[in-house]
C-alpha cells in the first residue's frame, strides 16, 4: 500500500509541475522569430566550412576549389557544390589509405561509377548538345580522362574544333599504340 501511495504522489507531483509549466510559458513574452524578407519560410544559415574535415589533409585544397565547381550549386539541394557532392562521405578508415572516397580517372572506380556522380549534375542532353563525343564516350571513358576538375579553369571547355580534334587524335593514337603493342606480345 505504500508503494501504490508513493506513485500516487509523485504522479500528482508530476501534474502539478507540469500545469505550473504551462502557465509560465504562456504568460511570457514571444520570442521573435527570424524569417526571410523574400518568404515565410525559416532560413538556416551554416556555421562552418562544410568542406573544413577534407581541406584539413588535403592542403592543395585548403583555399577550396578552384573554377566552375567553386561557384556551382548543387542543382539537387541548390547549395553550393562540396567535396563530399562529388568525392561522397567518407569512413573512419579513410585516414589509413582506404578507398572510401571517390577518385576520378585512377581504376579504384569502374568508369561507370565515376561518371554516375558527374551526371547527378551535369545533364547528358547539355552534354550531347555541347558536343557529340560526350554520348559516345560516356560508358568507355571516364569524364575526367578529358576534363580536370579542380583547375582554376577547364583546358577542355571553349576548345575551338581543331583543338577538339587534335584532343581525340592524341588519345586515340595512344590507343593505336597500345593495341599494336598487344598484338605484337605473344
Known amino acids: 500500500m505504500g508503494s501504490l501511495?508513493?506513485?500516487?504522489?509523485g504522479?500528482?507531483?508530476?501534474?502539478?509541475?507540469?500545469?505550473?509549466?504551462?502557465?509560465?510559458?504562456?504568460s511570457a513574452e514571444p520570442v521573435?522569430?527570424?524569417?526571410?524578407?523574400?518568404?515565410?519560410?525559416?532560413?538556416?544559415?551554416?556555421?562552418?566550412?562544410r568542406d573544413y574535415a577534407c581541406t584539413q589533409c588535403h592542403k592543395d585544397t585548403k583555399d577550396g576549389m578552384h573554377g566552375a565547381h567553386s561557384k556551382a550549386i548543387n542543382p539537387n539541394n541548390q547549395l553550393p557544390v562540396t567535396?563530399?557532392?562529388?568525392?561522397?562521405?567518407?569512413?573512419?578508415?579513410?585516414r589509413n589509405g582506404v578507398a572510401d572516397a571517390m577518385r576520378f580517372n585512377e581504376d579504384v572506380f569502374p568508369v561507370d561509377k565515376q561518371n554516375q556522380v558527374c551526371m547527378t549534375c551535369h545533364q547528358l542532353e547539355k552534354l550531347r548538345t555541347a558536343l557529340w563525343a560526350h554520348d559516345v564516350h560516356i560508358l568507355k571513358t571516364s569524364c575526367a580522362s578529358c576534363h580536370q576538375l579542380h583547375p582554376t579553369k577547364d583546358p577542355v571547355q571553349g576548345l575551338d574544333q581543331k583543338g577538339q580534334?587534335?584532343?581525340?587524335?592524341?588519345c586515340h593514337s595512344k590507343q593505336q599504340q597500345q593495341y599494336q603493342k598487344e598484338k605484337e606480345t605473344p
Open 32 to 49: 521573435p522569430e527570424q524569417k526571410t524578407e523574400a518568404s515565410s519560410e525559416y532560413k538556416v544559415e551554416l556555421q562552418r566550412n
Open 83 to 94: 567535396c563530399t557532392n562529388c568525392h561522397g562521405k567518407i569512413t573512419p578508415e579513410h
Open 165 to 170: 580534334i587534335k584532343l581525340c587524335v592524341d
Open 5 to 9: 501511495r508513493s506513485l500516487f504522489k
Open 11 to 26: 504522479g500528482l507531483l508530476m501534474l502539478v509541475s507540469m500545469f505550473a509549466l504551462t502557465t509560465m510559458s504562456s
